[in-house]
């Protein structure tokens, strides 16, 4: 079994998220924020999300506000922000951290599993990585990396 399976966190209302309910599933993991100008791609990760979640693509976006400062808020504010401006009804989960000391582990995970650019550090919001259907990350995508970009590697991840 990957070790993505072994991963818990909170949802942004706090209740407890166990990774084992994306066993068979692909999912895009997402580092996002609210206040970036990197904001509107909530919009095609909605639309992929709407399009091919029947299909088992589970879309999670991890606010994080260590670039720029750009995801300030509280929960309620990011649950609000996400939903009112762009529709959002993916899985997001609470604040975190993805680079140092206090990184959430699943973060430490991907940049380890699939390192980028600047080597085992996220670079910027919306850096994207996507795992298959046996929990194995497939690649990483750079943060001015729009989502429907990807697309056909997403559904050869469906397919596969």
């Given at each position: 079994m990957s070790q993505f399976y072994e991963f818990k966190i909170n949802n942004l209302q706090g209740k407890p998220l166990d990774f084992h309910q994306y066993e068979g599933k692909v999912v895009l993991a997402v580092n996002t924020a609210s206040q970036c100008g990197l904001t509107p791609q909530y919009e095609e990760l909605q639309a992929l999300h709407k399009?091919?979640?029947?299909?088992?693509l589970v879309i999670m976006g991890f606010p994080c506000n260590q670039f720029g400062g750009q995801e300030p808020g509280e929960e309620?504010?990011?649950e609000q922000g996400c939903l009112i401006n762009y529709g959002v009804d993916f899985t997001v989960t609470e604040k975190i951290d993805v680079n140092g000391e206090n990184s959430h582990p699943i973060f430490e995970y991907l940049r380890t599993e699939l390192?980028?650019?600047f080597g085992n550090k996220i670079k910027w919001n919306f850096t994207k990585f996507l795992i298959g259907k046996d929990g194995q990350p497939i690649k990483r995508f750079?943060?001015?990396t729009k989502p429907l970009s990807f697309e056909n590697q997403?559904?050869?991840a469906l397919q596969g």
């Amino acid at each position: 079994m990957s070790q993505f399976y072994e991963f818990k966190i909170n949802n942004l209302q706090g209740k407890p998220l166990d990774f084992h309910q994306y066993e068979g599933k692909v999912v895009l993991a997402v580092n996002t924020a609210s206040q970036c100008g990197l904001t509107p791609q909530y919009e095609e990760l909605q639309a992929l999300h709407k399009k091919y979640a029947e299909q088992g693509l589970v879309i999670m976006g991890f606010p994080c506000n260590q670039f720029g400062g750009q995801e300030p808020g509280e929960e309620k504010e990011i649950e609000q922000g996400c939903l009112i401006n762009y529709g959002v009804d993916f899985t997001v989960t609470e604040k975190i951290d993805v680079n140092g000391e206090n990184s959430h582990p699943i973060f430490e995970y991907l940049r380890t599993e699939l390192p980028g650019v600047f080597g085992n550090k996220i670079k910027w919001n919306f850096t994207k990585f996507l795992i298959g259907k046996d929990g194995q990350p497939i690649k990483r995508f750079a943060p001015t990396t729009k989502p429907l970009s990807f697309e056909n590697q997403i559904q050869q991840a469906l397919q596969g």
